[in-house]
Structure formats: structure tokens, C-alpha cells
T-cell receptor
Framework: EAGVTQFPSHSVIEKGQTVTLRCDPI?????LYWYRRVMGKEIKFLLH????????ESGMPNNRFLAERTGGTYSTLKVQPAELEDSGVYFC?????????????FGSGTRLTVV | QKEVEQDPGPLSVPEGAIVSLNCTYS??????FMWYRQYSRKGPELLMY????GNKEDGRFTAQVDKSSKYISLFIRDSQPSDSATYLC??????????FGTGTSLTVIP
């Protein structure tokens, strides 16, 4: 089966610009997650979708971040306007059932650099 | 205090060595413990998970949990150059979130 696909793999934008990251989960996986790793720090949870509904967005840092999941398929994460501290690697993951115990499948990530 | 602490390394060992990777955690209520492996420019992939205390073995890999010390370990026997990666411990928070350690970078030298 195809894995979790993320694009772009890299993005360099200027402070104040908008960037949209996309994630295509494994087909049939209802659960989709976004995580972020800022340089030197641990991977941190951003939010969790079940189908098209946001189940938990407690990790979203502020209202400059907007996540959507159209029709319960792919998801986008928009950062508007981007700030320097938004630089990092954004990972998407998916799981068929609850992933809290058995883990999930991660994509390769989008490396975002805000200059 | 962080929920999960992990020595970032880096760790460099010769091929065939036994590798020990470790994490400590803060909450004694945690029951499930996971290890992910992340190759360069890739996402983390689940390597092993354990429940409660004790050992779990999978080939050359052994995951160990010591709940009395709040300490989890991953041992790699007969390490291979292909084991060179970053290893992350992860603990489910509840719901569907994980706490991740910062990861330990391992290089196995042929």
C-alpha cells in the first residue's frame, strides 16, 4: 500500500508569507495527525482529525495555523502569516483505528524554513 | 519537567557492538512505551512497543521497561550499519497523542 505522502518536501518562504502543506494519508485511514519538530526539540503534537472532524487541536500553537481535511481524505496545514519560529519539520501521520496504543504511520515530513 | 527525557547523543559504535538507548519519563501512570526509528530525511517508523514492565524481544532488538525507575531502554545486539538512524522513545498521552523524546542519533561504523 502507498504510505503517507507529504508535499512539498521542502519549502523556503519569507517571514509574513503564507505556506500550505499537504498530507495524503494511507487510503482508508480515518485518523490523521499533524506533528512538528522544531530544531533541537522533540516532535510535538499539533492536531488530530477523525475523518473530516478535528478531534483534538490542543497542540496548535496559535491562530496563524489552520488545518483542514476535506471530505475526510487529504489534509492541509496553512501557516499565515509565517514567522521565523515556525521553521521546522512538519510531519503528518495516519492510522486506521486509534493510534494511541499501536502507533501510526508517518510521512517523510515537510521541512519549512522561514527566512 | 518534560514528560519524556532522552539523551540526544550522538552515539557512534563499531559494527557488531551492543547498543543501549535510554529514556526516562515523569508520569508513573504511563503504561505503553514505544520506540520509533527515523532514518535521515524520512519520517519516524514504529519499531517496537511494550506494555507495562518487562522485556520484549524482536530479532536483534529488545525493549525493556523498568516502571519502578521510570526508565525505558532499547538494546540492539550485533549492530549493523543499517541500524544507523535516530531512535525516539514515545509514550501515548491518552487519546491519540504521543509524547516523544528528542531522539538519540546512532551511527554504526563498518
Amino acid at each position: 500500500e502507498a504510505g503517507v505522502t507529504q508535499f512539498p518536501s521542502h519549502s523556503v518562504i519569507e517571514k509574513g508569507q503564507t505556506v500550505t502543506l499537504r498530507c495524503d494519508p494511507i487510503s482508508g485511514h480515518d485518523n490523521l495527525y499533524w506533528y512538528r519538530r522544531v530544531m533541537g526539540k522533540e516532535i510535538k503534537f499539533l492536531l488530530h482529525f477523525v475523518k473530516e472532524s478535528k478531534q483534538d487541536e490542543s497542540g496548535m500553537p496559535n491562530n496563524r495555523f489552520l488545518a483542514e481535511r476535506t471530505g475526510g481524505t487529504y489534509s492541509t496545514l496553512k501557516v499565515q502569516p509565517a514567522e521565523l519560529e515556525d521553521s521546522g519539520v512538519y510531519f503528518c501521520a495516519s492510522s486506521q483505528g486509534p493510534g494511541g496504543v499501536y502507533g501510526y504511520t508517518f510521512g517523510s515530513g515537510t521541512r519549512l524554513t522561514v527566512v | 519537567q518534560k514528560e519524556v527525557e532522552q539523551d540526544p547523543g550522538p552515539l557512534s559504535v563499531p559494527e557488531g557492538a551492543i547498543v543501549s538507548l535510554n529514556c526516562t519519563y515523569s508520569n508513573s501512570a504511563f503504561q505503553y512505551f514505544m520506540w520509533y526509528r527515523q532514518y535521515s530525511r524520512k519520517g519516524p517508523e514504529l519499531l517496537m512497543y511494550t506494555y507495562s514492565s518487562g522485556n520484549k524481544e524482536d530479532g536483534r532488538f529488545t525493549a525493556q521497561v523498568d516502571k519502578s525507575s521510570k526508565y525505558i531502554s532499547l538494546f540492539i545486539r550485533d549492530s549493523q550499519p543499517s541500524d544507523s538512524a535516530t531512535y525516539l522513545c514515545a509514550i501515548p498521552k491518552g487519546g491519540n497523542q504521543f509524547y516523544f523524546g528528542t531522539g538519540t542519533s546512532l551511527t554504526v561504523i563498518p
